[in-house]
């Protein structure tokens, strides 16, 4: 605030009139667009205050006035064992899921780097197709696909469709990093007699960490949440998307408010670690500078 | 020669290495569903489930029955006012992020306060609103408690505007991402040079800020159109009679109804008009470039 005003008194110091002039407008401005960012900031925060605040609170139903405060919801939501399940079941997908898109997804940047083949295009295409296709349609068709061959539905058949529905986003940011990469180092280790796996290990890889470990970290917490494929893929088993729209169903509880308070804190602390993370090679070093 | 040839053939080994099980993978767990899908859709419905067929009548029903063609062309309305109102919640947000917020920490901080609800459940996110705009919601319990009305106003929730609130709500993270990354990248310079030159802010803003912010206008509205189009869960959580979502159909082709031919057929031209939007974003985003030169 206070450069704010240096600034504005040393430009009315240079030229007095015509400038005071221009930068009223500018101010009236500035305060109009502080206040429509404040209002989308509002927009996009009021809900997840007012699901975190009912969490706290001992009315079953979620209406004003509060009634008071509680820690009930939180102990009725841990010691409910189906909800634990879910979350257990959700932990495990997430984590395979998240093996499958870095196994596949490495490998599939790497050569959308390096090398030419024909349908280069087709293939990048598809293979971020369902990260921007509806959900649903990537269901749907592993459904069929699934059925027609004869597979039962599992939380196996949920894993392969986040892995497949989420691989995208670490194909997309491995290879956006890859393609700020200086080759010439490569070429230099493999100058100096690195093997082609080594020269990976330990030139490329610790320059694609961050995009790594970034996305890698986006596709758990988006598979931890994922609704539209694990709709059609899911089994018996309930991952907590699943569980949690089936007791939205049915009519929910602030039980609910309080699992989902507690991801909200979990998911914040690992999105600060990403983001953290990715700075670290990232693009947000331009941002520093 | 023969040293360089070895190379080539080093690399094409390599890159077959490399490609090979990705390669795999993709073909089994991608390719092959969108494909049996494609197929499906050409299949005649038949008790329990479908027979191999080839014939059009599945995409028929859908552009013949207005039971059919008007939800498709409500997911597109309600698709496009999605965006719509996400780009005017955004726009200012990331442009006064970007370009008033004068220390990089706090624009930081800021912008990961506008992707941080992504990570919060979506359940939760469109449940919530449903919370707030109900009859014995938050808004109404406020509305009552304040004394602004006697009853609960019921028409907040079930309906379309319901909806779009909800669906812009959710998606506009999508909206500020591709902004934010574009508006950082104009020049500074430009900027200071339109000014230099005696150019007002408005004028600088239209014939400069906004015209260079185009690509990521182009991707934001491309994401969260899609995503809206393709949404099937907000509209049973918030939507009224009248907000069944194109989306909701294919899922109900796939679970009550029982017919898979229909809902593959919609699921298809889903797909086909998705990759149109994208591919003429994806045109358009570089023509844009281009004039940047």
Redesign the interface.
Known sequence: MTAISTETGAARRVEPRRFRFDIGSPTTTRRALAIAAGVALAYLWAPIVCLILFSFNSNSITKLPLTGWTLDWYAMALSNERLMDAVLNSLIVASFAVVICMVIGIPTALALDRYDFPGKTAFRRMVVLPYVLPGLITGVAMLSFFSMVGVQLSLLTVIIGHGTALTGIVVTNVFARLQRFDRRIEEASADLGAKPFQTFWYVTFPNIRGAVIGSSLIAFTLSFDEIPVTFFLTGRDNTLPMYIWSTIRRGMTPEINAIGSIIIVVSVVLLFVSVFIMADDGPNKRLKK | MSSQRSYAQR?RM??IA??S???A??GV??????V??FM?SFYSRQFPLHIPDFQFGNYGILFTDPQYYIVLLRSLKIAAFVSILAFL??Y??T???VF?V?S?RV??M?Y??????L???????A???K??LGS???L???LM?IGITDEPVTFFLYNQTAMVITMA?IF??FMVMPLFATL?KIPRSLIEGSKDLGV??YRTFLKITLPLSVPGILAGF??TF??A?????SPI?VGGPYSNMI?NV??TQ?GMAMN?PL??AI?VV??II??AI?TISDRFERVGRLNLG
């Open positions: 690399r390599g890159a490399l490609l099980g990705p390669m993978w993709w767990v991608l390719l092959t569903p969108y049996i899908m499906i919640i955004s200012p947000l442009y006064y992020l008033k004068k990089s624009r930081l800021l990961v306060a506008t992707i941080i609800p990570w919060v459940s979506y359940l939760l996110r449940y919530t609103w919370t707030i014995e919601g938050i109404n319990s406020l408690w709500y506009t993270p950082e007002g802010p491309t994401f899609c995503l189009a393709g949404d099937f869960i959580l989306a294919v899922a796939f898979w809902g593959s699921a889903i797909l998705v990759v994208l």
